[in-house]
Nanobody, 127 residues
Framework: QVQLVESGGGQVQPGGSLRLSCTAS????????VTWFRQAPGTEREGVAG??????????YYADSVKGRFTISRDNARNTVYLQMNSLKPEDTAVYYC??????????????????WGQGTQVTVSS
């Protein structure tokens, strides 16, 4: 059974940085698409950043709202996918989830395309 675990959330001031981690047990993330989503209270879950590849191409995707500020990366030796978040804004406040699936999604940011999810980690940006 695929189990994803996120960590690294917390509270930070506007303009600050956080790095989220997503690890998996009994599952090699390197070979599957992995996407970070977030959900703020009263809003729909949205895709933030993702790896599409199962072919090793390393192609990445970002929501327009985070381009230039967030970076998704992976450390295959640690079986971990990271989300480096810089220049954080109050509107980045949300629960962040990582997700994966055995198939490449038709749309990287469609949460219905992913079967496996972590429990989420809270990110709060406030002064």
């Amino acid at each position: 059974q695929v189990q994803l675990v996120e960590s690294g959330g917390g509270q930070v001031q506007p303009g600050g940085s956080l790095r989220l981690s997503c690890t998996a047990s009994e599952f090699t993330l390197e070979y599957y698409p992995v996407t970070w989503f977030r959900q703020a209270p009263g809003t729909e879950r949205e895709g933030v950043a993702g790896f599409s590849d199962s072919d090793g191409s390393g192609e990445t995707y970002y929501a327009d709202s985070v381009k230039g500020r967030f970076t998704i990366s992976r450390d295959n030796a640690r079986n971990t996918v990271y989300l480096q978040m810089n220049s954080l804004k109050p509107e980045d406040t949300a629960v962040y989830y990582c997700a994966t699936d055995l198939m490449i999604p038709r749309r990287w940011d469609d949460d219905s395309e992913y079967d496996y999810w972590g429990q989420g980690t809270q990110v709060t940006v406030s002064s």
